[in-house]
């Protein structure tokens, strides 16, 4: 590993940062966790549309025939399927989601994973997010996606909602290992994640400087004052010109972050890697997993989470987790027309794949 001055440690290998010792040690102790989550829970809603054609007598349009629907949780509920895939033994997730159909069939597909359902509000003033995802086969007869239908309440929570979830949020803090705060919605104030949950979430880091609070936005890192901060390099460093070096803008900016926080900020990139920026130090890339084969990289940043917060909470250091993230991630990216997850036998099976690679 040769320092680059002033910028990052590149050519970090894939797996070199991690040993087999710690890898089975932090497999070994999942079980064990218990991992708060607060954040935009959706449904995501799978159509699988027959290739039967039929009018509608009363329009004329074709009516499409639906003859199998897939319901699974979305946004935090990706976190939460990978987590339970990975072997976390219990996942307490806080969060508001409306009190109607949708919203039962989400609990349904909620209460199947190793879930506590306690902290989630259900508010009759909102509407439960959901992504509905009209799947029809192409002339191959290869699945492909329609225009998503999406329904979501576009306003801010109520104050009573704000308040009830702070209280909430609060508890499963002081009883959980840690956190991880998913920031799933871009329009100001409308997501679960707002300025008084931030407000909280920045009191309680300043409290409890030992506990991991993981924070994942799309649109506010630069929001948070307290936690460790994860994004992509869109999310971590905005718009990069064409010409500019995708890893040097990361570098620069989840330098600043890190500065900021005080904490570590992590930057996925893709196929590069994860860049780790840590206070003192200069960041380093730890080097993507390669992987063949046609991808499909939906869901690989919260792949990507469920590795690095359970190698943090289970002992290792930023640089082991995110190659820890890197090994979960490059396994869900070859699960094609799904959100994929990994278990721990895959995790293993890849690192030694790995390491044979050299």
């Known amino acids: 590993m040769v320092p680059r001055p002033g910028r990052s440690n590149f050519g970090t ?25 607060v954040g935009d829970l959706f449904l995501d809603r799978y159509l699988q549309i027959d290739p039967v054609h039929e009018l509608s007598i009363e329009t004329g349009l074709e009516a499409y025939q639906v003859s199998n629907v897939r319901n699974s949780p979305g946004a935090l509920g990706t976190v939460l399927n990978n987590l339970a895939a990975f072997g976390v033994g219990l996942l ?50 290869v699945p492909r996606e329609l225009n998503r239908i999406d329904v979501r309440t576009r306003q801010a929570l109520s104050e009573e909602e704000t308040k009830l979830l702070c209280q909430r949020f ?16 871009v329009a100001p104030e409308q997501g679960v994640v707002n300025v008084l949950v931030r407000s909280l979430l920045c009191d309680l880091a300043e409290q409890h400087p030992e506990k991991l609070i993981f924070v994942d936005s799309r ?33 620069s900016a989840a330098a600043a972050l890190c500065r900021k926080t005080g904490r570590p900020t992590f930057c996925t990139l893709g196929d590069r890697g994860i860049l780790v920026a840590r206070p003192g130090e200069e960041p380093t890339l730890v080097a993507g997993v390669r992987v063949a084969g046609p991808l499909d990289i939906v869901g690989a940043g919260d792949a990507a989470t469920s590795g690095i917060v359970t190698s943090l909470l289970a002992g290792a250091d930023e640089l082991e987790a995110a ?36």
């Not at 609060?170 to 799933?184: A, N, P, R, W, Y």
């Not at 936690?227 to 390099?233: A, C, E, P, R």
Request: net charge neutral; charged share 20%; with cysteine.
């Open 13 to 37: 290998g894939p797996a070199g940062m991690i040993t087999q010792d710690r890898l089975e040690s932090i497999l070994t102790s999942l079980p064990r966790l218990t991992i708060g989550l």
């Open 92 to 141: 307490v997730p806080v969060t508001v989601i409306g009190d109607d159909g949708h919203g039962y069939d989400l609990l349904k597909e909620i209460r199947k994973l190793p879930v506590d359902p306690s902290q989630i509000i259900c508010s009759p003033r909102r509407l439960t997010p959901t992504y509905t995802k009209p799947m029809k086969p192409d002339g191959g007869g």
């Open 170 to 185: 609060e508890k499963v803090f002081h009883t959980s290992d840690g956190m991880i705060v998913l920031d799933q919605i």
């Open 219 to 251: 649109a506010n890192l630069s929001k948070f004052q307290r936690g460790t901060l994860k994004g992509n390099l869109t999310e971590i460093a905005g718009r990069v010109d064409h010409d500019e070096n995708p890893v040097s803008a990361a570098t």
């Open 323 to 358: 190659t820890m993230g890197n090994l979960v991630a490059s396994i869900t990216v070859q699960q094609l027309g799904t959100t994929g997850t990994a278990t721990p036998d895959q995790v293993h099976r890849r690192w030694m794949e790995t390491v044979r690679q050299g």
